[in-house]
């Protein structure tokens, strides 16, 4: 009876190890399938070194729609190499009401706040996606904030609209987030002091009010508005010696009172 089947198939021009490689493909092409849809229906900031900001709950009492809804927020930051400023990337993520979201009748989009100023508030777009944050299930907004200094203090909100308020997170400073790939966060100099006389485009020294946190002996860069210097002389003292305009900045004037930081090169 197998010998009469088997070949019965053969005379279709169907053997059982054709059969049996048509299964196989079969199932290879059902798994690729349903990792190219696992794989768009995430997000790739999983490979990042978020960290959890705050969850935040629009409350019932103030909110005529949608009460209760929760937020989970993350952030991680990452950094110029000359200037030491800082970008903010954020995550918002919606753990409720996610098919809402999901019928485009609910985008709240998001918003950040810098330094607790609302005229300093920047509104992301309704552009909600579905998937996992971070093994949170759920919509997501994932955004990028413009540089800032890394003293500045960050907040994230759904974006308000006139059904409900904005629910910010908690202040947080910019220099206490993780970095993204998880590189160590370089502060900015400390070493802060201000002309004491204007400086013209061709002078070559510089004077300064005193001050001890800059270098004593070896050669420092500093940055006055735009431009960087070298200082190659007179450390320690309020007179300097310097070489304009390096790292193909722009030399120009510079007036009494303008503010001289330490500035650290890519190598620091």
Not at 11 to 35: D, K
Not at 180 to 208: E, F, M, R
Not at 223 to 231: A, S, T
Request: hydrophobic share 40%; charged share 15%; with cysteine.
């Amino acid at each position: 009876m197998r010998k009469y089947r088997t070949k019965n198939l053969d005379n279709q021009g169907f053997s059982h190890i054709e059969f049996f490689a048509v299964i196989v493909l079969l199932i290879f092409f059902v798994a690729v399938s349903v990792l190219i849809y696992h794989k768009n229906g995430r997000s790739n900031a999983a490979s990042d070194n978020f960290q959890k900001l705050q969850t935040v709950t629009w409350n019932p009492d103030i909110t005529a729609y949608y009460a209760n809804s929760v937020f989970d927020n993350f952030a991680c930051v990452t950094q110029d190499s000359n200037t030491k400023e800082v970008r903010v990337t954020g995550i918002m993520v919606a753990e409720d009401y996610t098919g809402y979201i999901k019928s485009g009748n609910y985008e709240p989009g998001a918003s950040i706040r810098l330094n607790g100023q609302d005229k300093t508030i920047k509104s992301f777009g309704n552009n909600w996606q579905i998937g996992d944050i971070q093994n949170i299930n759920g919509a997501y907004i994932k955004f990028t904030t413009s540089l800032m200094p890394v003293d500045t203090f960050y907040q994230a909100s759904p974006l308000a609209t006139n059904y409900w308020p904005s629910v910010w997170t908690n202040p947080v400073i910019v220099k206490n987030l993780m970095t993204c790939n998880g590189s160590s966060l370089i502060l900015p100099s400390s070493a802060i002091t201000k002309l004491t006389t204007d400086l013209s485009v061709k002078a070559t020294t510089i004077q300064v009010a005193p001050t001890k946190l800059f270098p004593l002996t070896v050669n420092y860069y500093i940055k006055i508005d735009n431009e960087i210097m070298l200082v190659t002389q007179g450390q320690g003292t309020t007179n300097w010696t310097v070489t304009r305009g390096v790292f193909n900045s722009t030399i120009t004037a510079h007036s009494k009172n303008a503010v001289v930081q330490e500035y650290l090169p890519n190598n620091q």
